[in-house]
């Protein structure tokens, strides 16, 4: 596929004779979609960003892109669309994608589900690769997409669709809120399916989706990967399954001697801006197993990064912008077990010392962190758990908090 070809189905002009590269950072989604469009023909290199991120964010994405302008690295062809992610370590990276990577994953899709056109309902962010790729299944089949506000969603305020003809992305907290309203958990019913990813999902969670009867569809994807490399169908989830389903055709998953999942395939990304990668095998950092059916199942991860309403949280960033408050005598950052957010922030201090204001620490990490990546709570935690070397040992931290709630009490909210 040529990018021309993407631009023709977008509605665009032609490919621009002289590139020209383009950030979007829009949160209204016709804003993101015509901006988009003009950037695919523009021909230059389309940098995705995050309306929401905060300084420290946006500055690691700004020392991105001024290395590619100050050191060229890129090879020309190889992954025009830069989409953000959390890499594997949780810190910002922009994988590099191209209509060849998206027509990859749209085409396994279409296959999987043994559809098209498709249709969707858009809620999830467009600079999202979930988002994004709702979108682009839409465009490339020639269906209809309909972006809708989740605010609204939220508020009962619900688009028509046909019976069994649409497909709808949703993260786990979504989710539950909406299987809250019985008006919106009804119309959850008519969907041709009711994708589910973007963080793990609390087996009460499926059971409640199971019993209201939607036709759920977890999925497993990243953004290196274009989303969705193994989706669970509809009726294997009614029949009592619970996994992340098969692969689906355009991807090969396989897991490693440790037990990482590896996934392959043309929807791989082209490597992390500035560089670039041919090989299309993508080491993750989840683990993860294949059944005898050859269905997806991930059991945790590899590195330390909290996944929080579906998005990845880098602890010592957190905590970095909590040490700068000059608040804190000793901090960390944990991710625990959520009913809502599938991983709740939570920093810890030293019950012995100053008490934070945490009025003044919630303005200041305010500035420094998207919302998603600030503490949901503060602990304070006697006997701080320091080996003799000196090394804060997170196990025991973590395990005091989930045996025992709160080991020394909350302190300011």
Not at 239 to 244: E, K, L, M, N, W
Not at 246 to 260: D, L, T
Not at 364 to 379: D, E, I, S, T, Y
Request: contains cysteine.
């Amino acid at each position: 596929m040529e990018r021309a070809e993407l631009a023709r189905a977008l509605g665009a002009p032609t490919i621009a004779a002289e590139p020209r590269d383009r950030q979007i950072c829009e949160s209204e989604p016709e804003r993101f979609m015509a901006a988009f469009t003009q950037a695919v023909a523009e021909g230059g290199n389309v940098f995705l960003c995050d309306p929401t991120w905060g300084a420290s964010e946006r500055a690691q994405s700004a020392a991105l892109i001024q290395s590619e302008i100050q050191n060229p690295k890129s090879e020309t062809g190889h992954g025009w669309l830069m989409i953000p992610s959390g890499g594997t370590g949780g810190k910002i990276k922009f994988a590099r994608h191209d209509q060849d990577t998206i027509f990859a994953a749209v085409r396994g899709f279409s296959a999987h589900f043994a559809v098209s056109p498709v249709h969707a309902i858009g809620v999830l962010p467009l600079h999202h690769v979930s988002g994004l790729m709702a979108w682009m299944r839409c465009v490339l089949t020639g269906g209809k997409f309909t972006p809708w506000s989740w605010k609204d969603l939220e508020a009962g305020r619900l688009p028509d669709v046909a019976a069994n003809d649409h497909f709808l992305s949703l993260v786990p907290t979504q989710l539950q809120r909406l299987l809250a309203q019985p008006a919106a958990a009804g119309w959850l019913g008519s969907f041709r399916a009711v994708f589910l990813g973007g963080g793990p999902a609390w087996p009460e969670l499926l059971e409640r989706a199971a019993e209201a009867g939607i036709p759920l569809a977890l999925s497993y994807g990243l953004t290196e990967t274009a989303a969705m490399a193994a989706a669970l169908r509809p009726e294997e989830f009614r029949s009592g399954q619970r996994s992340c389903g098969p692969v689906m055709p355009h991807a090969r998953i396989e897991v490693n001697g440790e037990g990482v999942l590896c996934v392959a395939g043309d929807s791989v990304f082209r490597g992390y801006f500035p560089s670039w990668r041919a090989e299309r095998v993508f080491a993750t950092e989840d683990l993860g197993l294949l059944d005898p059916r050859g269905h997806v199942h991930v059991t945790g991860r590899r590195d330390d990064v909290i996944i929080t309403g579906g998005k990845k949280v880098r602890p010592a960033e957190v905590e970095a912008a909590l040490r700068a408050t000059g608040e804190f005598a000793d901090v960390a950052v944990i991710g625990l077990p959520d009913a809502e957010w599938g991983q709740a922030i939570v920093a810890c201090y030293p019950a012995e010392g100053r008490v934070p204001d945490l009025v003044r620490v919630g303005n200041a990490v305010a500035a420094q962190l998207a919302p998603h990546a600030r503490p949901k709570r503060f602990v304070a935690v006697p006997a701080w758990p320091r080996n003799s070397q000196g090394k804060l040992n997170r196990t025991v931290l973590a395990a005091r908090l989930s045996a025992g709630g709160d080991p020394g009490g909350e302190r300011g909210r």
